[in-house]
């Protein structure tokens, strides 16, 4: 065969297309288990830091994780914690997947449109909950929340104090907005704005939200309103949305008001 003729020039391409493609896949099979692991470590860097528990960069997460954390699985509609034998495996707190929960339809349940905030169609039945123990008591609630942002779900935790009503941290795991514009999700001035805001009222009246633009710090609702992120309104939307969904009464409000009347009778 002629160097320059067609069908070598054809056999050299495809051979060359053909190893590529083998190389490509290869990589990619054997890079999964350690693109999971990260993705893991990830999730435990972010309760631990939702948690204020990461005061330096090699902490040993697993020990810390273990040492502060403890997971519950919550029955989101009844507002309470489920005996984990009760429970089938894939629910269970170690092999609990918020992302793959939420395709199961034995385990969601749809959303009606007026009442889905977050766009995410259906709401598991079943969540987890990250318990902050420190000196034997539980400091914080960490509660997973997610949400459409403007090109993302966003998948992220939402820390309670022990008041139930005090934000101590909100943080995202997963997006895909834009660097520099909905990517400054995870700007970490942006995400001390929420440090100590109030998420609901006295009666109990959930009164957080994103504005658009600046808080007023004179306003009296200054305490319930945290900063919009500038050139970024439709991702701030949904962070607002998905928030106050999560809050409310299709989220974690049974739970929440669950743990008040526990804590006001003095059963916990
Ligand atoms: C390439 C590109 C990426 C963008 N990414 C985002 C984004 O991640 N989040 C967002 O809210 N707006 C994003 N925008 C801007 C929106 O299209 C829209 O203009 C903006 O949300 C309006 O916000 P503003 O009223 O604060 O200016 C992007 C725009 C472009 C052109």
């Known amino acids: 065969m002629k160097n320059e003729s067609t069908m070598k020039i054809l056999t050299v391409a495809l051979g060359v297309c053909l190893v590529c493609a083998i190389l490509v896949a290869t990589t990619a099979v054997t890079l999964k288990p350690i693109q999971r692991q990260n993705q893991e470590n990830d999730k435990l860097h972010n309760i631990l830091s939702a948690a204020g528990l990461l005061q330096n960069n090699d902490a ?30 894939s629910l269970k707190a170690d092999q609990f997947n918020i992302k793959e929960i939420s395709k199961i339809d034995e385990y969601t349940r749809p959303l009606p449109p007026e009442d889905d905030a977050a766009q995410i169609k259906n709401v598991p039945r079943y969540m987890i909950v990250y318990n902050v123990i420190q000196r034997d008591s539980v ?22 104090g022990s008041d139930l009503r005090t ?17 400054e999700v995870d ?31 004179a306003s009296p ?32 409000g049974p739970y929440i008001n669950y743990l008040t009347s526990a804590i006001k009778k003095g059963n916990l």
């Open 60 to 89: 040993d997460l697993q020990s810390l994780f273990r040492k502060h954390i403890r997971a519950e699985i919550i029955h989101l509609e009844k507002g309470i914690p489920i005996d984990p034998q009760k429970l089938d495996e």
């Open 139 to 160: 400091t914080k609630r960490i509660l997973p929340v997610y949400g459409k942002g403007l090109w993302s779900t966003m998948y992220g935790f939402l820390a309670l």
């Open 167 to 183: 934000i101590q941290a909100l943080t995202f795991y997963e997006h895909g907005e834009t660097p520099g514009l909905g990517g």
């Open 187 to 217: 700007n970490p001035r942006w995400k001390r704005l929420w440090i100590d805001k109030q998420a609901f009222d006295e009666e109990g009246e959930l009164k957080i939200e994103v504005v658009k633009g600046q808080v007023n710090p």
């Open 221 to 252: 609702k200054a305490k319930y309103q945290v900063d919009g992120l500038s050139g970024s309104t439709l991702t701030t939307r949904g962070v607002n949305n998905l928030v106050r969904f999560w809050l409310g009464k299709s989220g974690w």
